[in-house]
């Protein structure tokens, strides 16, 4: 997902080429706004962190990009094209040290496993799309 500030700072566009050119293919993808329900739902396992207000606030205060995407160990690495959450610690040329604005703002998220992307796939595109 390509999170509120990446939107509004204009990086859809340079943050696909980067995800292109390591191989991923696009086999989904969606504009949307969340809803403050949505976005309770999908940061569920965060919902006793300190942050959990902010991160819903957050993620509801303009549109992201959802999408679907494929390659051979795919959750690794994308994990390792997107860098840590906090752009100070992201490696050099990776998504978030390139695009993000701060540990809460930080441009992009990726499923952290496959049992999850499955789940957070059917969040944006069960009953509207087929991947
Ligand atoms: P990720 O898997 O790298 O996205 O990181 P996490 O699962 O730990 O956190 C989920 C998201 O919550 C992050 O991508 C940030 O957008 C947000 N987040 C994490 N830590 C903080 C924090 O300390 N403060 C705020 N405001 N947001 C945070």
């Known amino acids: 997902m390509i999170k509120p500030d990446a939107v509004e700072n204009g990086h859809i566009g340079a943050i696909l080429e980067k995800i292109n050119a390591a191989g991923f293919k696009i ?46 160990n795919a959750v ?18 990776t998504i978030r040290k390139l695009y993000a604005q701060s540990i809460a703002a930080n441009a992009i998220h990726g499923s952290d496993s496959d049992d999850n992307a499955r789940i957070e796939g059917d969040f944006f595109f069960s009953g509207r799309a087929r991947y």
């Open 76 to 93: 690794e690495d994308f994990r390792k094209l997107i860098g840590a959450t906090n752009p100070e610690e992201a490696a050099e040329g």
């Open 27 to 72: 086999k989904a993808m969606v504009m949307t706004q969340l809803s403050r329900n949505d976005a309770q739902e999908f940061y569920a396992v965060h919902r006793e962190r300190p942050f959990f207000g902010e991160l819903v606030d957050y993620m509801t205060s303009g549109p992201i990009v959802a999408a679907i995407l494929e390659k051979d």
